[in-house]
């Protein structure tokens, strides 16, 4: 059974949901407006990990004083300094947790998997989607992290997560292209070419490609998917390894 760990910083409070038995901690972020039980089984793929997951806030858990990539990234690296200073490690987020992932600065992290990060949103046309679909309450997020609103689009680049990380760092990207802008049922991936430069041109960046996946990869491509997460899990905590 999962417990609630509510750890004050100075951006407000950020909330976690699982188990804390000393084990060294696999950490998952969600994406944008994800469903409250976004991976809650996944502690059953790690048994000598303490998963802990988390959501953006404003989602399902308190809002902070600031809606941005470097307000939520602060706010983790404080939570985890204050409840878990000395445990060690990986963080595994998905689409915007994914760039808040890469955004973490916590000395103890010693991987970073991160799913489908939208790094720059020029061009990234589905989402524009977010003009119909977003919840009641969302607009300053999706205003914020996409640039998108009610009757103007301006790009955002949160490219700068990139520019001193020191950590070795898994990117997972979907392969069903973005280009052209078209009708679908699977999302395609929403990294655009310029995103994928930059990720691929990172010295402490490995990335992976999985043939039948769009953005949602952990709903088109689980399998691969929990074999790339599960070989850097395994990397990083030899002595907490799974069986892939």
Avoid: Y
């Avoid at 963080?91 to 991160?114: D, K, Q």
């Amino acid at each position: 059974m999962e417990s609630r760990f509510e750890v004050d910083t100075s951006r407000g409070q950020v909330w976690f949901w699982g188990r804390d038995t000393g084990r060294p901690i696999l950490l998952v972020i969600s994406g944008a407006f994800a469903t409250a039980d976004f991976f809650w089984n996944i502690q059953r793929a790690f048994p000598d990990a303490d998963v802990l997951r988390t959501h953006l806030p404003g989602n399902h858990c308190p809002a902070l004083s600031e809606i941005s990539i470097a307000a939520f990234a602060q706010a983790l690296d404080e939570a985890l300094a204050a409840r878990w200073r000395d445990r060690p490690l990986m963080v595994f987020g998905a689409s915007v947790g994914g760039i808040v992932a890469l955004g973490l600065r916590h000395p103890s992290v010693r991987r970073v998997v991160t799913i489908e990060p939208p790094l720059l949103t020029e061009g990234v046309w589905p989402l524009m989607h977010f003009r119909a679909q977003t919840p009641p309450g969302g607009e300053a997020f999706v205003w914020n992290i996409f640039g998108i609103g009610p009757d103007m689009i301006e790009p955002r680049d949160h490219t700068w997560v990139l520019d001193d990380l020191r950590t070795p760092s898994l990117a997972v990207i979907g392969a069903v292209p973005l280009e052209p802008p078209r009708p679908f049922k699977t999302m395609p991936s929403l990294i655009s070419d310029a995103t994928l430069a930059r990720l691929a041109a990172h010295a402490l960046i490995t990335v992976e490609t999985i043939a039948e996946a769009g953005h949602n990869v952990a709903r088109d491509a689980n399998g691969p998917l929990h074999r790339l997460v599960g070989g850097w899990w395994n990397a990083a905590f030899p002595e907490a390894g799974i069986v892939l």
